[in-house]
T-cell receptor, first 112, second 118 residues
Framework: QQPVQSPQAVILREGEDAVINCSSSKALYSVHWYRQKHGEAPIFLMILLKGGEQKGHDKISASFNEKKQQSSLYLTASQLSYSGTYFCGTEKVEGSNYKLTFGKGTLLTVNP | GAVVSQHPSRVICKSGTSVKIECRSLDFQATTMFWYRQFPKQSLMLMATSNEGSKATYEQGVEKDKFLINHASLTLSTLTVTSAHPEDSSFYIC??????????????FGPGTRLTVT
């Protein structure tokens, strides 16, 4: 089942912060975050594996609340290069297969 | 590290012909490769999962005989769109999950193949 992302789109000025949320109605094994620029392949940002886990690098971080089946991506002091569509992917195990299902995406636009 | 290539990047074919797309993991061995399809401004939809040396597992609604997947080695998977029709036009992206220590969980995506069927 496809995770639900919110908001669908957000427009920022350079230096502003943003939060993108991802929730699922199913139990989650892990949550993956990707950024995709128009016409390009998605770029891996980070993966969160454990309940309550938080990760981050540079000014992008994320949290994963396993009990609530939710994850949030935090972008602080946004840069122009952060523009793109952000997808969360929720992973579950089916037999021996790990399946990643992506949300519909959040379009982030950072303006000067 | 963790580079995945796809070939070709763009292909235009006539209706009724078949097209093969290659996906290679260049600097790691992939336990599993995935094939996705993406329509403009939409999400990535998983088509099938393939493990080296075994048959691909197709998602519900994906025609096995139309989208043939071969995972010949730990670094190569191919997707063949048989008897292509205009509605098959889309952006096809593969991804690979590595088997080396430390990269078991991430999926790395190829640059995608834009297929246009005329």
């Amino acid at each position: 089942q496809q995770p639900v992302q919110s908001p669908q789109a957000v427009i920022l000025r350079e230096g502003e912060d943003a939060v993108i949320n991802c929730s699922s109605s199913k139990a989650l094994y892990s949550v993956h975050w990707y950024r995709q620029k128009h016409g390009e392949a998605p770029i891996f940002l980070m993966i969160l594996l454990k309940g309550g886990e938080q990760k981050g690098h540079d000014k992008i971080s994320a949290s994963f609340n396993e009990k609530k089946q939710q994850s949030s991506l935090y972008l602080t002091a946004s840069q122009l290069s952060y523009s793109g569509t952000y997808f969360c992917g929720t992973e579950k195990v089916e037999g021996s297969n790990y399946k990643l299902t992506f949300g519909k995406g959040t379009l982030l636009t950072v303006n000067p | 590290g963790a580079v995945v290539s796809q070939h070709p990047s763009r292909v235009i074919c006539k209706s009724g012909t078949s097209v093969k797309i290659e996906c290679r993991s260049l600097d790691f061995q992939a336990t599993t490769m995935f094939w996705y399809r993406q329509f403009p401004k939409q999400s990535l939809m998983l088509m099938a999962t393939s493990n080296e040396g075994s048959k691909a597992t197709y998602e519900q609604g994906v025609e096995k005989d139309k989208f043939l997947i071969n995972h010949a080695s730990l670094t190569l998977s191919t997707l063949t769109v048989t008897s292509a029709h205009p509605e098959d036009s889309s952006f096809y992206i593969c991804s690979a999950r590595g088997r080396e220590e430390g990269m078991y969980y991430e999926q790395y995506f190829g640059p995608g193949t834009r297929l246009t069927v005329t």
